[in-house]
């Protein structure tokens, strides 16, 4: 099997979890530049809110990889407090593993009081 079908499969088994259950979804992708970020109601089919290192806001910024994506983890935990989201929300790391610049933008959302 190849790195790409093996990606593709561990993507559908955390998907599958995850919408079984009737939280919202925080979606995460990164590239090897930009990660993004979508905050997600699979019930009603839309994205609630959005962040990625590619807004103007982070795009000056100059640090770490890991930086940046713990900064953009605090943005999208302001948006969820400014939009006074009280549902419950599942992390959908796709399919990567949960260290680097995915852990620190768990930490930066985490350091913002919402839970996951």
Do not use: W
């Amino acid at each position: 099997m190849s790195k790409l079908t093996n990606k593709k499969k561990r993507t559908q088994r955390v998907r599958f979890k995850i919408k079984k259950k009737a939280n919202l979804r925080l979606s995460l992708f990164r590239s090897n530049k930009f990660i993004y970020a979508q905050l997600i109601d699979d019930s009603e089919g839309k994205t609630l809110l959005s962040s990625s290192s590619i807004q103007k806001e982070f795009r000056d910024i100059k640090g770490s990889p890991k930086e940046i994506a713990f900064k953009i983890g605090e943005s999208v935990g302001n948006k969820i407090l400014e939009k006074k989201i009280n549902k419950k929300i599942c992390l959908d790391r796709g399919g990567y593993l949960f260290h680097g610049r995915v852990k620190e933008f768990a930490m930066g959302v985490r350091s913002k009081g919402i839970k996951f």
